[in-house]
């Protein structure tokens, strides 16, 4: 391929942005102001947009790996001649650990060059190009680096071998022998801020980086199923969080496609409600609770006035809410995939199953909730409120739809659990009378999707309301508690989803969807395990663990025939799905029962005095 194929890049992460590099020791992305700042190196999009390779010369072959417990990445090249190491790591603030990592990140990558045996001739092409390639900067020797300003960014690159400038590009080349080492250190800065990029020694800022993210990951075991692969992706879910406001990206890329040469070519680099409850859950089971609190608390800030006309579906790292949508027409695309996307549309549409996610978010987190703040109870009154309010019109669904709007049964569903779990709050929520309203309105959802979502003829609950089309978002209503695993019409369900829109365990969403989505891959994990059916949960399960890259990292789809990566990567999505199919899978084990669906009428008389340990228990 004349690209580097998405499943060949490595992820780091500062608590801020992301980088991502190929097997060939380039850079290909990296946006140093925030995961959703222009790049400085777009290579990933277009050939000239910029990029930063160090590697050897000549033929060579590939081994990489993370350092353990960390998102260090080291890259092994052997050529005819030698073998040498790059070690490329993101800086986090000198001594940060534990909680602390991600805070005060000084922008700065670092790439350390070290010779393991023979000489290796090296070759080092730095193109920076700012504002997604648009801008070409001028290049200069300064005080030791070699600055790159144009427009509102400026770089200091410090290299220990020389090299040389000429429009807007550096090149050099260096031989490195058994047990020599060179380091090259790329700092960020605006343009016109007070102080120039942090000058730091690379060995340094790897050394901290692996102490800290171990550091990081030493808080947070995990004693279940499939632990090794769990602890990563809670790493990779860590890597996504803008420790600034604790806040998830759904991906570390923009317009990476759904389908080569296609069209869905979107901009994930922002924060979905939807995903919400899913990463609660993830980074609670991994335990990460001190994550938990601050997202509410970033929700309820965000969300601000709840009863606006329309709930915000996503939001900007920092609680943005204008995401509006523009193309980056000079930009070639990922394999001449167009158009290429900043912001994200989505962000206008009525989603009403984002109502659920809080609600159920909330719920699983209810001991972190305790006292509960003001803010965060008027947010989850004024959620139940529109679930009942709402829950009869249409929507974009939670596939983000641009077409007209339609009756999704998944978002009557998780209007149905934002109701249920609102209920199950009684008191320490809202008073006796807003609670049997909700009930009441809970109990309507329930009785109309199992009147119109549900298809007889085919036999399987559908995606819209009185239709023949299915939708993998159906198998949601097992693992949300609106009807148990081994309920006959769960079953079928799930037998019908698998025979037409599975292939070989990966699920696609819809019939016409070009690839398998990940997550509903994971989604029938955990359906497969409340069905009854633990040993083909766990054949699946570890099917789908393996379709990682080398470095165990997920894209958000995967090619059905071909398994290669499709859609923006890595995609926090589908790490949150393997983390809670593992505790599904883990909770099998042990016994747990899941989540009932509530009473058709009625109102506990103390849901505080159920269990809330577990999740979704009672």
């Not at 790996?65 to 998102?71: F, I, M, Q, R, V």
Request: with cysteine.
């Amino acid at each position: 391929m004349p690209y580097a194929s998405i499943g060949d890049h490595g992820f780091l992460a500062d608590g801020l942005s992301a980088v991502l590099v190929d097997r060939g020791g380039s850079v290909n992305w990296w946006c140093p102001t925030r995961f959703d700042g222009p790049s400085v190196f777009g290579r990933l999009l277009d050939e000239g947009a910029g990029h930063w390779t160090i590697r050897p010369e000549g033929d060579f072959g590939v081994e990489r790996a993370y350092l353990a417990g960390s998102l260090v990445l080291r890259t092994v090249f052997t050529t005819p001649t030698g073998s040498v190491a790059v070690t490329d790591a993101l800086a986090l603030a000198p001594g940060a650990r534990g909680h602390d990592v991600g805070w005060g990140s000084p922008r700065v990558l670092a790439r350390v060059v070290r010779g393991l045996s023979g000489e290796v001739r090296m070759g080092v092409h730095y193109r920076p190009r700012f504002e997604y390639g648009r801008v070409t900067p001028r290049l200069m020797q300064q005080d030791g680096a070699l600055v790159a300003t144009a427009g509102a960014d400026r770089l200091d690159l410090r290299a220990s071998t020389p090299l040389s400038p000429r429009s807007g590009e550096a090149t050099g080349t260096f031989t490195v022998r058994a047990g020599e080492v060179q380091n090259f250190t790329l700092g960020y800065a605006p343009a016109y801020a007070a102080a120039p990029p942090a000058v730091l020694e690379a060995e340094q800022v790897v050394a901290n980086a692996v102490a800290g993210w171990r550091s990081w990951a030493g808080l947070h075991p995990y004693q279940g199923r499939y632990a090794e692969q769990v602890q990563l992706s809670a790493l990779v879910v860590q890597g996504m969080t803008y420790r600034p406001s604790g806040a998830v990206v759904a991906a570390a890329s923009t317009s990476l496609p759904e389908e080569l040469g296609g069209q869905r070519n979107y901009d994930y680099r922002y924060v979905w409600v939807r995903d919400f409850s899913f990463t609660l859950e993830a980074l609670w089971r991994t335990g990460c609770s001190e994550e938990v609190s601050r997202q509410f608390g970033w929700m309820a800030r965000s969300m601000g006035v709840a009863e606006e006309s329309t709930v915000p579906i996503m939001y900007g790292v920092e609680g943005e809410r204008d995401l509006t949508e523009h193309s980056l027409e000079h930009l070639a695309g990922y394999a001449g995939s167009q158009p290429v996307l900043v912001g994200n549309d989505a962000w206008r549409q009525r989603q009403t199953d984002v109502l659920g996610e809080v609600l159920c978010a909330a719920w699983l987190m209810r001991e972190h909730l305790d006292p509960m703040e003001p803010e965060i109870r008027h947010l989850l009154r004024a959620m139940a409120d529109r679930a009942a309010r709402e829950w009869r019109l249409p929507d974009s669904g939670m596939w983000e739809a641009r077409g007209p709007e339609q009756h999704y049964v998944s978002s009557k569903v998780q209007c149905w659990t934002a109701l249920d779990r609102a209920v199950r709050f009684g008191p320490r929520l809202a008073a006796r009378e807003d609670i049997a309203r909700w009930a009441a309105a809970r109990d309507e959802v329930r009785r109309a999707v199992l009147t119109h979502g549900w298809n007889d003829r085919i036999g399987a609950f559908t995606g819209t309301f009185d239709s023949d089309d299915l939708d993998a978002s159906a198998l949601l209503m097992p693992l949300v508690g609106f009807l148990p695993g081994d309920d006959p019409r769960i079953r079928s369900t799930i037998r019908v989803v698998e025979q037409r829109l599975a292939h070989d365990g990966l699920l696609r969403r819809w019939a016409d969807d070009p690839a398998g989505f990940l997550i509903c891959s994971f989604w029938l994990v955990g359906c497969l395990a409340l069905a009854g059916e633990p040993e083909r949960a766990a054949h699946l399960f570890e099917r789908l663990a393996n379709q990682v890259n080398d470095l165990g990292l997920f894209a958000e789809q995967l090619d059905p025939f071909t398994e290669q990566p499709l859609g923006n990567f890595p995609q926090a999505f589908s790490h949150i799905g393997l983390i809670n199919a593992a505790v599904a899978l883990t909770d099998m084990d042990a016994g747990h029962r899941t989540l009932s669906p509530s009473p058709e009428r009625g109102i506990p008389a103390d849901w505080s005095a159920r269990s809330p340990g577990g999740v979704g228990k009672l």
